[in-house]
């Protein structure tokens, strides 16, 4: 991918290690958008896990230390509980075994963070401005800082006043070990990929993925589709999908997408088998048919036994693997077969792989195969648009204040 590999940027570890922290005011954004449960617990803190480097280099340099982040997807201006990243401020207690206040209304300052303080600032989509990259609001919170440190590779396709703004007001602007490491992976996998490369995009998102994949089209040697965006490409080769999530007005762009896939010798595996169920439901009769056998009252929610092995072959060969999206409805065991099969031949493959994006993780996390993919990534549409190759908001500014 042109330019990937020649951003340049700050990095905390070498302000770090040059002892330009310390006394320092040091400013993190980064990802802590965990999934909860209906009673507010984290299920799944893969994220929270991710950004502890960058807050203990900043603590061991000798810096006070804010961080904040998004959770969900509250209004502007309009604090709800649920909102509130207080169960993300115990979680990181536990993980530094130390406390960690939370602070609300912390816009224009009014709290003290000391150096070798840490401080939870509350949910950053809870001020107005924030989503819109409001000037005034990116200067205020510029000012809390000496040092803006971006370590949310999540938010990086989004411009907004924490992801954006502020960078463009701070006093040094750099990335985080994880914002960082991502740039040097994803560089490793998309400038100069060892081939075949393997791009395995899936999930319930079917429209704002199918763009991508448009594009994802024109460079992978080979496409594996699943979830709901399957289904899609199952009605555009002609097949039945039931009462199947899928969106038949877009039929007309996979047909394209199967048709560029080809042109290059490519192609987009459709599935042969498919395991459907008249319910979404831990109690649904799981039954396996043929993809021409799937009946008006049926909806998929996995691949079948044979397509697995299918696509297990294609990810064995592979020189580069690319993963974002589960291929089933894995949390429920007997729709899960399909992304273990898949998990386990990523797991085996000799490739280089990355695989990334929130489903992803909690798939990576139930079959165990954490050690054996080379790189995680924390980031869903942000890993996705950089597989597309658009420049994304946060890059350019940390690029651009390189080295200021």
């Given at each position: 991918m042109p330019g990937t590999s020649k951003l340049k940027f700050?990095?905390?570890s070498d302000l770090a290690a040059t002892g330009q922290?310390?006394?320092?005011?040091?400013?993190?954004?980064?990802?802590?958008?965990?999934?909860?449960?209906e009673a507010g617990n984290i299920t799944e803190d893969t994220r929270i896990r991710a950004s502890i480097p960058a807050i203990k280099l900043a603590l061991d340099a000798g810096a006070a230390?804010?961080?904040?982040?998004?959770?969900?997807?509250?209004?502007e201006g309009e604090f709800k509980p649920e909102d509130s990243l207080s169960p993300?401020?115990?979680?990181?207690?536990?993980?530094l075994e130390r406390k960690v206040p939370l602070i609300s209304d912390w816009v224009d300052g009014g709290f003290e963070v000391t150096p070798g303080d840490l401080v939870l600032l509350e949910n950053c989509r809870l001020n107005k401005g924030e989503k819109k990259n409001n000037e005034e609001l990116a200067q205020k919170m510029a000012k809390l800082c000496?040092?803006?440190?971006?370590?949310?590779?999540?938010?990086?396709?989004?411009?907004?006043a924490t992801t954006h703004g502020m960078a463009k007001y701070a006093g040094i602007a750099c990335a985080g070990p994880?914002?960082?490491?991502?740039?040097?992976a994803l560089g490793k996998a998309l400038t100069d990929p060892k081939r075949p490369l393997v791009a395995i995009v899936a999930g319930s998102k079917v429209s704002t993925k199918l763009t991508i994949l448009k594009s994802l089209a024109e460079k992978v040697d080979q496409l594996i589709v699943g979830g709901g965006i399957a289904n899609t490409f199952m009605l555009a080769a002609g097949l039945p999908i039931g009462r199947s999530l899928a969106e038949p007005d877009l039929v007309n762009e996979a047909k394209a997408i199967i048709d560029v896939m080809a042109k290059r010798g490519a192609s987009v595996p459709i599935p042969v088998d498919v395991v459907v169920a008249n319910e979404l439901s831990p109690l649904a009769?799981?039954?396996r048919v043929a993809s021409t056998d799937v009946q008006s009252d049926d909806m998929i929610l996995d691949v079948g036994p044979k397509t697995s092995a299918e696509l297990a072959g294609i990810v064995a060969h592979a020189g580069t693997i690319v993963w974002n999206g589960p291929i089933g409805v894995f949390e429920i065991d007997q729709f899960g077969g399909g992304t273990k099969m898949l998990a386990a031949a990523i797991a085996h493959s000799p490739a280089f792989s990355i695989a990334g994006g929130g489903d992803t993780l909690a798939a990576i996390a139930k079959y165990g195969i954490e050690k054996?993919?080379?790189?995680?990534?924390t980031g869903g549409g942000a890993f996705l648009e950089f597989l597309e190759g658009k420049t994304l908001p946060a890059f350019e500014i940390l690029s651009e204040r390189s080295g200021k």
């Open positions: 700050n990095r905390l922290l310390k006394g320092k005011r040091v400013f993190i954004r980064a990802d802590l958008n965990v999934p909860q449960d230390v804010m961080v904040t982040s998004h959770l969900g997807r509250p209004t993300v401020a115990d979680r990181i207690a536990e993980l000496d040092v803006y440190v971006n370590d949310a590779f999540g938010t990086a396709h989004r411009a907004e994880l914002m960082a490491a991502e740039l040097d009769r799981a039954n054996q993919v080379d790189y995680i990534s």
